[in-house]
């Protein structure tokens, strides 16, 4: 899985492993791969807080909150949820997805939680969180990065020269 700009710059991604060690730019992965590194760029899943399963609410199959597009949480009207914690369908894909628990949905979620905690205590109708995709944006260390605009642009910059005149060289492809 590699990108024109991630082969230019020796990027290796390893899927489905986790790091045993990083020590002295030597990297250890838990499938046996072994290998010298200079710059790490470590992801890891969001796993809900244990503490969760304390509370007696609902929990879905991840163990976050389970919740409705309303953002409110599942057999119980008057309680809300979003963020990190909560496992949020995701509208604008197939049936059965989750949101990502991420800042961007999380700050987008607040704003249709408050919306919707007023239109409960003023008897409105609820709306549903939907989101839309803008894309994402990666940035693979100083004047590179590589970024999906709108799900369809894949667009990769790589600065070309020292000084603060250079332009930057973009590759866009749809």
């Given at each position: 899985?590699?990108?024109?700009?991630m082969?230019?710059?020796?990027?290796?991604?390893?899927?489905?492993?986790?790091?045993?060690?990083?020590?002295?730019?030597?990297?250890?992965?838990?499938?046996?791969?072994?290998?010298?590194?200079?710059?790490?760029?470590?992801?890891?899943?969001?796993?809900?807080n244990?503490?969760?399963?304390?509370?007696?609410?609902?929990?879905?199959?991840?163990?976050?909150?389970?919740?409705?597009?309303t953002?409110?949480?599942?057999?119980?009207d008057?309680?809300?949820?979003?963020?990190?914690?909560?496992?949020?369908?995701?509208?604008?894909?197939?049936?059965?997805?989750?949101?990502?628990?991420?800042?961007?949905?999380?700050?987008?979620?607040?704003?249709?939680?408050?919306?919707?905690?007023?239109?409960?205590?003023?008897?409105?109708?609820?709306?549903?969180?939907?989101?839309?995709?803008?894309?994402?944006?990666?940035?693979?260390?100083?004047?590179?990065?590589?970024?999906?605009?709108?799900?369809?642009?894949?667009?990769?910059?790589?600065?070309?020269?020292?000084?603060?005149?250079?332009?930057?060289?973009?590759?866009?492809?749809?």
């Amino acid at each position: 899985m590699r990108s024109h700009v991630m082969a230019q710059l020796t990027i290796e991604v390893h899927l489905e492993t986790s790091m045993e060690s990083c020590v002295e730019q030597h990297v250890v992965l838990a499938n046996g791969v072994e290998m010298a590194a200079s710059m790490i760029v470590w992801t890891a899943s969001v796993c809900p807080n244990p503490t969760l399963a304390h509370f007696g609410l609902p929990l879905g199959s991840r163990g976050d909150v389970d919740i409705l597009p309303t953002l409110q949480v599942r057999g119980l009207d008057h309680v809300w949820a979003a963020g990190d914690n909560a496992q949020v369908p995701d509208l604008a894909a197939e049936e059965g997805a989750w949101c990502p628990p991420d800042a961007h949905h999380a700050v987008r979620q607040a704003t249709v939680l408050a919306d919707n905690v007023i239109a409960a205590l003023r008897g409105r109708p609820l709306k549903e969180y939907q989101h839309k995709n803008l894309g994402a944006v990666v940035d693979l260390g100083l004047h590179k990065g590589a970024a999906i605009l709108f799900n369809r642009i894949k667009l990769e910059v790589a600065r070309r020269g020292g000084s603060t005149a250079s332009t930057a060289a973009a590759v866009c492809r749809r």
